[in-house]
């Protein structure tokens, strides 16, 4: 029986969440020693693995710590700090659409909320600066209720491994 370990990141501006939310993604769909890759910027996604690798991407938006509040911070007062903060969105990745496993996407919402924001489809062929340019867009438009986004601040992420 496998169960989910939470991890937890603060994110200091909207640039630092979509970058660290890329990173997992590619991470989690990328493994360089699969196809021969010496260095993770030269490889593509990987199709065999890119189908529920990723888990659960959470963040939250408000009554958040800043970044220095956040390195002061223990383990257990960073899920304290996620416990108390507000505001949570929620991305899931949707795998193997139309039986084709070379493609996927992202669909995001607010909890609480009923509206769900898809990304892009993504492919196996993008690149790392690709996914971190839909990882972007696709933000802005979860987050396109919120005041200024792109300006916003400290953010947590939690996300969940398999353990």
Known sequence: MSRTVPKYFHCATFSDLAETITNHI??????PQNHGCKRMENCRLHEPLAHYAMGAIDFKVEDTPTKDEWKKLKAKDRANAWDWATGCYGIKEVGQMFDDPSVFLLVGGYYGGAQLIPSPTIDMETKKDDLYDIVFSFLQDLLQYEDNPENRC???????YEK
Do not use: R, S
């Open 154 to 160: 400290n953010f947590i992420v939690k996300i969940d």
């Open 26 to 31: 590619y991470k989690a769909l990328n493994h």
